[in-house]
């Protein structure tokens, strides 16, 4: 696996495939009291050949966040979402991208 960083030679800097760690963590400006917090993480498997364009896929979805990937086809996918809701949303439309065979979850939690 590899850390994904702006200036990765495997990806070079195009920001549609460059990750942005830590995107959604630690910004709790909007959270009120009674606000939800979804956090999930899954390891997602793609045909390596299809590896760009499934990171492409999954950085557009504004709760997803790819930290690692390796050659193999395998990404790490952080869910980071205001409600579960959202949370469901994403999952399930990464799930259903077309080349992703595999979207396991590894961890699960939220705070209501």
Same mark, same amino acid.
């Given at each position: 696996?590899?850390?994904?960083? $702006?200036?990765?030679? *495997?990806?070079?800097?195009?920001? *549609? ?31 390596? $050949? ?9 950085? $557009? ?36 991208? *077309? ?14």
């Amino acid at each position: 696996m590899r850390q994904l960083t $702006e200036n990765n030679e *495997a990806t070079g800097t195009d920001p *549609a495939i460059t990750a942005t760690v830590n995107k959604g963590f630690g910004n709790y400006d909007n959270m009120t009291d009674d606000a939800q917090l979804f956090i999930s993480s899954h390891i997602a498997q793609t045909p390596p $050949e299809h590896l760009e364009e499934t990171l492409r896929a999954i950085m $557009e979805h504004p709760h997803a966040d790819v930290p690692m990937v390796d050659d193999k086809g395998k990404l790490v996918v952080l869910i980071d979402a205001p409600t579960s809701k959202d949370a469901v949303r994403t999952i399930e439309s990464i799930q259903s991208l *077309a080349n992703v065979y595999s979207f396991t979850p590894v961890y699960q939690h939220e705070e209501v």
